[in-house]
């Protein structure tokens, strides 16, 4: 059991950051997705998808590739 708690205070300091990254992420990626109103490669429901289920890779596939036009204006 001490092991088991020895080994996640040695990988705590890198499991940390990486986690903020995907939130952060997550969190720019949902928040474009939204503001805009045509999204390239299929439907918001399917981004949605690929932004949350596939971690830190699928933010970073709709920012790059999913993305079509500028968001809308929220005036």
Do not use: C, H
Not at 25 to 32: N, P, S, Y
Not at 43 to 72: C, E, F, S
């Amino acid at each position: 059991m001490q092991e088991n708690l020895k080994v996640l205070q040695d990988i705590l300091p890198f499991l940390i950051p990486l986690l903020l990254i995907q939130i952060a992420l997550m969190v720019i990626a949902i928040i474009d997705l939204f503001r805009r109103e045509n999204v390239k490669s299929g439907t918001r429901v399917i981004w949605l998808l690929v932004i949350i289920l596939i971690n830190i890779i699928g933010p970073i596939i709709y920012l790059v590739a999913g993305r079509k036009d500028r968001p809308v204006d929220s005036d």
